[in-house]
Every structure is written in structure tokens, then in C-alpha cells.
């Protein structure tokens, strides 16, 4: 059964954000798959009984039962809701909020997926899923935290929440669930094209905010003074045709069900492959002119780089299990850092130098993508990567630990820097 109109009416209490921040703003500059508007300030979507209503859908047994998982003590998710809560999965796909979201980011979205709908990150006492389980009550709590003389002092961008990122797809909405009054912190940062990060305010209850976080580099700020803190969260792409689709998975795939997710994100990347393909199709046939050669080599070439990046984000299936075992969560999220620590050992360009291609995935594609990269520095081109665009300014040679963390391939590069012996050395150095 739906969710009736009615009924979202009472829960509903939207008003569109009173301004909104630019890339041109922000000083960032566009790329061929952003679109103008970076964030909004936040601005009401629920109701005080519509926050009730979803926070008593969201603490169902069936959603805490297959959805929750913690992250690390204090802090846990719950991870595809919208699979057991009519409520939650008709509340984000109803026309009236997709047209709320949409008329607010000045250009239509759709949901990525359905596995992507109601993501609640929920800051709580306790030490295991449990533990943080039984603080859960429908009513929000307003239980006031006393601040320590080091939370007083806290800088939020020395040690953010979530540090510097972009999200895995191109926009995201984010709604709070609890009552923030003497809430300290929580806000979200923008780099700016200048390198000042720009603050927005983090959103009151039943309010919500919009963020481009495909296209721009953001942090979190923790939060202090208040017992709970929930968010839930949906991510989108633009129903624009032609305007290349940014996502990965890098950073969902670490904590998600793969089996879930490996579906969803092949299903909904094919769909917009074919919506491509039937657009260029309708160009043709409503067209009395001579075919645009052109434009059909600009849809294929985005077909190919589309369908080359949906697929290397699958990872197989028995990899990801083994470095899931081996390594660990915590450290596929810290390869970056795990990289920069490589490169400062006497040895790196030995150890490196020690992997090629007949010793490492020798049938792999990602060596031809190396070689095109190289190809692509040597040009002097901007180089397009799952943590933003770069040009490569460093004086050693673009190696392969490069190339498959450019591309939002943590599990491989561990694998390759194992390989290489210097993965062995960072945890003893």
C-alpha cells in the first residue's frame, strides 16, 4: 500500500531554502558534470509529527534487526531502510517531495537507487549495536550534554566528524531527526576555489539541506552538547540529458551489502545508459538534417567511460571478501593516507618499481588505464578521480597506487601495495 497524499500532507512542512550557494559563489570552478548550485541553507521538509512518524518507522525491529551496523562506538548506521518501511521508501520517491528537492537544486533529480533511500547516521551512547539500540526511543531526546573545557575549545576543522570528501553520488539530501537545541557543532564546511572553507549551518530538526557532494569537497563537523544526533540522508543524480553521471561506490562499498548493492548500481547505471541511447536515438529520428556525426561520438565515448567505470566499481566478489577480512574496514578508508606514508620510505620507488605487469594482474585493464593516464599528464590534461580533479604536479612518475586510487579502487590498491612490500613497511615505519 502507498503512502497516501493525506498523510504526507501532515507530515510535510516544506518551504523552499532561503538562499542557496553557487560554485560561482564558492568560487569553484564548474566541470562538465556539475551544475550551479553547491549547497542550500537549510529549510523545513518535516513536521514535528513527521519526524516522529519516520523516527518510529525507522526504529522498527525489521529495520534495527537488518539495517544497523556500527561504525565505531557511539556512532551507527542503518543502511537500506527503505527496504522494510513503506513509509520511508514512499515518503523519498513521493512526486511532492521529489518535486520539493528538485525545485530547491534548480534542476529535476531522481533517486540513485533504492538501497541509497533514508541512510541514518546516528550518533548515540554506547559501545555495540545493542548498546546504542536501547537509547533508541521515537520521541527525540532533549537530553542536554554539559560541555568539557576541551569540547569548549574545539576547532572543527582540526578533527572533523568526517574529513575532507566527496560523496559517492552527485547530490545528496540530508535531514535531522533530533532536537538540536544546545547543539554545538554539526555544521558542514565547503572548500571554496580560493581554499577557505565556507560553513553552512547544520540543519534544526524537521529540517533539511542539499549538497552537491559529488562536485564539491565538504566536511562534517562533530557535534557536542546534545545525547543524540540522527540524520538520514537520500542521494540523487539530475534527469539532465547528456550530463555525465559522476558516481561511484568507493566509499559505500566497505560497509554495505554488496549483494543489494551490486544490483542496484548495475540496474540503475544501465537504465541511464539506455535513456542516453533513446535520447540520441529521438535526435536522429526527429532530425531532417545530414546525421551529427559528432554527436553521436560524444554519446559513445561517455557510453564507454560510463560503462568502463560501472563495471571497475564491481568489485569481484571473493576480492572484496578477502581484503574485507585482511584489512579491515578502517583501513580501506585510510588508504590514502596509508599512500602518502609509502611515498616518505627510502625504498618506495624500489618497491614500486619491483610490480609490473607481468607480476601483478597481469590480464587487468587498469595497466592500459595507466598507460593512458601517463598519456594524459604528458598532455598536460586535468586528470577526472573519484576524490576530485587534480593535475599531476609531482616530480616522480604516475604510478599504478595512483591510478587505482584515482579510479575509487581502495581494495585493489592494497592488494598491489601488499604486492609491492610497502604496504608491510608502513605498519612498521
Known amino acids: 500500500m502507498g503512502y497516501p497524499m493525506e498523510e504526507l500532507d501532515i507530515h510535510l512542512a516544506c518551504s523552499p531554502p532561503t538562499k542557496c550557494f553557487t560554485l560561482e559563489d564558492l568560487k569553484i570552478p564548474p566541470s562538465a558534470t556539475s551544475t550551479p548550485i553547491a549547497a542550500t541553507v537549510p529549510f523545513p521538509i518535516l513536521s514535528a509529527e513527521g519526524v516522529r512518524a519516520y523516527r518510529r518507522s525507522l526504529f ?51 533517486v540513485i537507487m533504492s538501497t541509497e533511500i533514508g541512510h541514518t547516521n546516528i550518533q548515540t551512547e554506547g559501545k555495540n549495536l ?32 568526517v574529513g575532507w570528501h566527496y560523496d559517492s553520488y552527485p547530490y545528496v539530501c540530508v535531514i535531522m531527526l533530533s532536537d538540536t537545541e544546545g547543539m554545538v557543532g554539526g555544521e558542514t564546511y565547503i572548500k571554496t ?6 560553513k553552512v549551518e547544520g ?26 544526533r540522527i540524520t538520514t540522508i537520500t542521494s540523487y543524480r539530475a534527469d539532465i540529458p547528456g550530463l555525465y553521471d559522476s558516481s561511484y561506490i568507493s566509499n559505500v562499498r566497505p560497509y554495505a551489502n554488496i549483494n543489494v548493492l551490486y544490483k542496484q548500481w548495475a540496474d540503475y547505471r544501465l537504465s541511464k545508459m539506455k535513456f542516453e541511447i533513446e535520447m540520441l536515438q529521438k535526435r536522429i529520428a526527429q532530425s531532417n538534417d545530414p546525421l551529427d556525426i559528432a554527436d553521436v561520438y560524444g554519446v559513445v565515448e561517455h557510453q564507454i567511460q560510463y560503462l568502463k567505470r ?24 585510510n588508504a590514502p593516507t596509508i599512500w602518502a606514508k609509502a611515498q616518505e620510505l627510502p625504498t618506495f620507488e624500489e618497491c614500486v618499481a619491483s610490480i609490473d605487469k607481468d607480476k601483478w594482474m597481469p590480464r587487468s585493464l587498469l595497466w592500459v588505464d595507466l598507460a593512458e593516464t601517463r598519456m594524459n599528464i604528458r598532455a598536460g590534461k586535468i586528470l577526472e578521480a573519484q576524490k576530485g580533479r587534480y593535475k599531476w604536479d609531482k616530480m616522480r612518475q604516475f604510478t599504478m597506487g595512483d591510478e587505482l586510487l584515482r579510479q575509487g579502487l581502495p581494495e585493489l590498491f592494497l592488494l598491489w601495495l601488499e604486492a609491492t612490500g610497502l604496504f608491510a613497511l608502513t605498519q612498521t615505519s
Open 60 to 110: 522498527s525491529p525489521k529495520i534495527l534487526e537488518n539495517c544497523g551496523a556500527v561504525l565505531h562506538p557511539g556512532t551507527m548506521v542503518l543502511r537500506n531502510p527503505a527496504e522494510y518501511s513503506t513509509f520511508i521508501h514512499d515518503f523519498w520517491t513521493h512526486p511532492a517531495t521529489i518535486r520539493l528537492v528538485s525545485d530547491a537544486m534548480g534542476l529535476p533529480l531522481s
Open 130 to 161: 545493542e548498546e546504542m539500540i536501547s537509547m533508541l526511543n521515537v520521541e527525540p531526546d532533549q537530553t542536554k550534554v554539559e560541555l568539557t573545557e576541551e569540547e569548549k575549545a574545539h576547532d572543527p576543522l582540526q578533527s572533523t566528524l
Open 193 to 198: 576555489g580560493d581554499g577557505v572553507p565556507a
Open 203 to 228: 540543519p534544526i530538526m524537521g529540517y533539511g539541506v542539499l549538497l552537491q557532494g559529488g562536485e564539491v569537497q565538504h566536511a562534517a563537523a562533530k557535534a557536542f552538547g546534545v545525547k543524540e
Open 310 to 333: 560501472t563495471s571497475y566499481q564491481l568489485i569481484p566478489y571473493d576480492i572484496h571478501a578477502a581484503v574485507m577480512r585482511k584489512f579491515g574496514r578502517s583501513t580501506i578508508y
